[in-house]
Structure formats: C-alpha cells, structure tokens
C-alpha cells in the first residue's frame, strides 16, 4: 500500500480532485476527476493515469446534491482505493491568504477561522475553497490538511507594486494589490532552470494566458508584479471577465443605470471579457474559428492588452531576458503566441515559427534577444509538494 496525498479543488459548481501517489518522495499522478454540476446536473468521474475511467456516477434529476455531498462523494472513492493507497494529505487550493498567510499552511480550527475573513476579498472563491477543509476537519480530524494560496507568490512585490494610491487606512485594512495564479507562477518558477538557467536567475514574464489570464515579471525565481490586483478581475480581459476597467466605469454603472453591488458584480465576472465583446463566446479556440468581425475585435482587445502590460511589466523589471506562456491559450494556441511575439518584437523578441507551431519548449530563433519558452504549468503537483512537505515536517 503506497501512502498518497489528494489535492481538492473545491469552485462554485465543481470539486475537482488529483490523487498523487508517494514512491521514495517522488509524486505521480494516479487518479485524477471530479464532480461538476453540482447544483444543476452533478457528474463524477474519476479516470486513471491512462485516461481509463475508474469510476462514474450521474445523480438523476431532482436528486440533490450540494458542495458537502460533492466532497463526501470523493473522499467515499478514494477510501475505496484503500488496498492500493493509504491517503496521509489533503492539500487544498485556497484563493486568498490576505496579509498574513504568505506562505502555505497546516489547517485546523484556528486558521480556517482566520482564513474566512477573506471571503469578502473573494466572495466568489474564498467559501467553496474553504468548504470542504471545515468538513474534513469535522470528519477526519486526523487527516492532515493544508492550504496553498493563490496569493502567496506574490508576497515578495515591492510595497510601491502593491500599493492603491489610496488613503492609508484603506491600505491597512487589506485594500491592495495581491495577485493571484501564484500556484501557476510559483511552479513555473520553479522548473525554468530546467529549460533556461539563465532567464531562471534573471528576468522573465510568465503569461498564464487559460479562462482567467494574468501575467508576471519575476525577477530571479520571485515575483515582483503582477497584472492581476485586489481581485482576479484586474489586469487582461478573460474569458467572461473584464480585466482592467476605468472605476469611473463602476460609479457610472451606479449612478446612470441603478445597478448594485450584485450586478456590477455579475457584468464584471461573467458576462465580459472574450465573452462580453465578441458576444459569442468564451472560449478562445471558439473565437479564432469563427470569421465573425466581433469574434476578431474580441481577440484583438485580448492581444492588444496583453502587448500594453508586456510594456508595463518589462518597465517593472528593466528589461526582459525571458517570455513564457502557460496555461490552456498560453500552451495550446501557436496563433495567439505569434500574435504575441510579433508585438514584442520591440523587446528584441524573434520567433522560430517552425518551433512555435510544434509548441516549443522554445520558440524563439536563435537571434532573438529574449527566449522564449511553451512550459506547461502544474498547479496540483505544485499543492501535493507544499502538502508533502508540511505533512511530513
Ligand atoms: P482554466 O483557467 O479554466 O484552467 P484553461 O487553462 O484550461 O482554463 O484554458 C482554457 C482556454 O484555453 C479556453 O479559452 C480554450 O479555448 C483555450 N484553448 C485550449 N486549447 C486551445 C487551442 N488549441 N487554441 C486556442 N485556445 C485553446
């Protein structure tokens, strides 16, 4: 029996889990799935390492099924791989650490109660993330837990990065800039020397570029920047989110068209981005297939923010040695990589189109003055060794 730790991924309408197993430290992935749905049509599925389904199950219509039903559903499967695994961790991806969670951390009573004062920061994450470890603190109080932040990375921004020009007290009551995909970045971090020792001890910006996108110059393995601020809506236009907006936008929405708390937030969240311009679609291979004009402006706005904040971050560093894209668009779309590179091209960057269309890992030409790396990016592997190594401290 192969002792094992679980990685949960708890949102609004689907828990999303990745078993690793431990062999002499090292960590595979085994068994991965999740249920999604969960208030409309819940599903589970769980397949192995190969793809092969381990386990299915559809709740019929009428049949309720909530958050807690949802992890209960999972933690009942995996205790039935029991003769293979012994499950030792939890680690939970946790959207928001505030001020003081920097760092990840062990979870018990105490630090889940510190940790719900973030839910007005995220309202939209912060509660489903934290769901499921107050049900497992309830029910498994042995079990180790602990949470890993999508904050965390981002801690070693300068205090003039992280700073509204507001008034102070505002400041100290946590109205800043954190950053998030920290998970993503600090993975991405992580691995670089692998591929480029040298943009790994200098300066590089990563694009997580997926259904939320963001950027991030990091500056010899630490985050010093990030287009993503107080919430996970600044920054680049999404796949349903706005991105940067001018705040007068916000009084305005108030003042001249009624709408509340409630449905600014709604406008903001789900109904903009790729979505809110193209009026199409989300979904960005979607947008690059279809030849409607407003599928097109959709993915210039996309294209023409992302080189704005390549300008923005460079300056932040004072200069770029290294480009990396990540993420479902960042990884997968060799259009939306040239289109970004063709813009850099300011910055000395010169693709190798030949690499780029077979997805690199590097897809620069060998004149360019900056590298430029396809790296996927592993948020869960990044959880299950936080979780190792606390578990096992
Ligand atoms: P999430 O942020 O939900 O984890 P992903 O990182 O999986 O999302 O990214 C999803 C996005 O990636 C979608 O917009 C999808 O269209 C896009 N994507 C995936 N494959 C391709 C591709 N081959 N070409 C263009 N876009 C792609």
């Not at 049509?41 to 793809?51: E, V």
């Not at 937030?265 to 291979?285: C, H, N």
């Not at 097109?296 to 460079?314: C, F, H, N, P, Q």
Request: proline share 4%; with cysteine.
């Amino acid at each position: 029996m192969r002792p094992a730790i679980v990685v949960l991924n708890a949102g609004s309408s689907s828990v999303k889990f990745l078993l690793f197993a431990e062999q002499d430290g090292a960590l595979e992935p085994v068994v991965r799935g999740q249920v999604e749905g969960i208030r409309t049509a819940p599903h589970f599925i769980a397949r192995d390492g190969a793809g092969k389904v381990r386990a299915e199950k559809t709740w019929s219509e009428g049949e309720k099924l909530d958050h807690d039903g949802a992890v209960r559903h999972i933690t009942d499967f995996l205790g039935e791989l029991r003769g293979e695994l012994a499950l030792r961790a939890v680690g939970h991806r946790v959207v928001h650490g505030g001020i003081d969670y920097v760092q990840p951390v062990r979870l018990d009573a105490a630090v889940l109660t510190a940790l719900e004062k973030y839910v007005p920061l995220a309202p939209l994450h912060q509660p489903h993330n934290l769901n499921p470890i107050r049900l497992l603190l309830e029910h498994r109080p042995q079990l180790v837990q602990v949470a890993c932040f999508d904050t965390a990375f981002h801690a070693t921004n300068p205090e003039v990065s992280r700073r509204f020009a507001i008034p102070a007290e505002l400041h100290e009551a946590g109205v800043r800039r954190y950053g998030f995909h920290g998970l993503s970045y600090e993975f991405i971090a992580a691995v670089l020397g692998k591929y480029d020792a040298q943009a790994a001890a200098g300066r590089t910006i990563v694009l997580h570029l997926g259904n939320g996108s963001s950027m991030c110059a990091i500056e010899a393995g630490r985050s010093i920047a990030s287009t993503m601020g107080f919430t996970a809506l600044d920054g680049l236009p999404m796949g349903t989110r706005c991105g940067a907006i001018d705040p007068g936008v916000l009084l305005y929405l108030m003042d001249q068209r009624g709408m509340d708390a409630r449905a600014i937030e709604k406008l903001l969240y789900s109904q903009s981005g790729l979505l809110g311009v193209s009026g199409i679609s989300s979904d960005m291979r979607k947008l690059l297939e279809s030849d409607d004009a407003r599928a097109r402006l959709a993915v210039d706005v996309y294209t023409y923010r992302i080189r704005r904040e390549m300008g923005s971050l460079a300056a932040a560093l004072g200069g770029v040695d290294a480009i990396v894209f990540t993420a479902g668009i960042g990884e997968n779309s060799a259009e939306i990589r040239a289109r970004i590179c063709r813009d850099a091209a300011w910055l000395g960057v010169r693709l190798d189109d030949a690499a780029n269309a077979s997805g690199g890992p590097r897809i620069s030409a060998p004149d360019s003055r900056v590298a430029v790396w396809v790296i996927p990016t592993n948020e869960e592997l990044m959880i299950a060794r936080h979780t190792q190594r606390l578990a096992t401290a």
